[in-house]
Every structure is written in structure tokens, then in C-alpha cells.
């Protein structure tokens, strides 16, 4: 079992910027992949961004692009999310999630295949 603890999450300013942390514990964390994934009300959970499990590649949906930022440190077992202008359009849920393996591309669209996934924390972008 892997255990994924998220923290970061806050109330924010449209403009602002914070950072997410994700720490996992119980397993090897280089032996998995990382991905960040956010959920609105009402809405589904969306890929937000993934590391491959050396940071070799890295991927980010469109919304993200420009503006976020993942990184890894495999010594501490911590996934981050560094996400600056943030616009209300980003409220939401974020989780962190663990596969094990390589990151496939599949994965952006099937959360449901991740094997782990944290309790979330909320972003909130007041306008």
C-alpha cells in the first residue's frame, strides 16, 4: 500500500500562487509514477499534470501549461505542484495520485487507473 497525504491547499487572491505537496509513504517512491488531478463541483476529476518516476518526462493538460509547475524529490518521497496566476477557473479539489510503472499517456483520461490516491486538498481562487 502507498499512502498519500496532499497539503497546500488555501484561499487565494485570482493572480496568486501556491504550492502543492504531496508525501507518500509505505513503498518505494521511485517505483511510481505521480500525476496531479483536480475535481470541481459537479464536475469529473481532471488530469492536471504527471512526472515520470525520475522526473524524466513530464506532462501537463493545456490549462496548466505556462502556469504550473511539477517536480519530484524521490530522497523525501514528495510530488509537488507549484501553480502561480491562478484564475478562479482553478478552484477545485486537487489530488495527487500514484501508479506504479512507467506514466502512460492513457492515463490523463482514466483517473480510475491510478492505484493510489490521496484525500485532496482544496484550492479555492476568489475573484
Known amino acids: 500500500q502507498v499512502q498519500l497525504v496532499e497539503s497546500g491547499g488555501g484561499l487565494v487572491p485570482v493572480g496568486g500562487s501556491l504550492r502543492l505537496s504531496c508525501a507518500a509513504s509505505?513503498?518505494?517512491?521511485?517505483?511510481?509514477?505521480m500525476a496531479w488531478f483536480r475535481q470541481a463541483p459537479g464536475n469529473e476529476r481532471a488530469f492536471v499534470a504527471a512526472?515520470?518516476?525520475?522526473?524524466?518526462?513530464?506532462y501537463y493538460a493545456d490549462s496548466a501549461k505556462g502556469r504550473f509547475t511539477i517536480s519530484r524529490d524521490n530522497g523525501k518521497g514528495t510530488v509537488y505542484l507549484q501553480m502561480n496566476d491562478l484564475t478562479p477557473e482553478d478552484t477545485a479539489v486537487y489530488y495527487c495520485?500514484?501508479?506504479?510503472?512507467?506514466?502512460?499517456?492513457?492515463?490523463?483520461?482514466?483517473?480510475?487507473?491510478?492505484?493510489?490516491w490521496g484525500q485532496g486538498t482544496q484550492v479555492t481562487v476568489s475573484s
Open positions: 495520485g500514484a501508479v506504479l510503472g512507467p506514466w502512460l499517456l492513457d492515463y490523463n483520461e482514466s483517473p480510475g487507473r491510478l492505484e493510489y
Open positions: 512526472i515520470t518516476r525520475y522526473g524524466t518526462n513530464i
Open positions: 509505505g513503498r518505494p517512491f521511485n517505483n511510481y509514477a
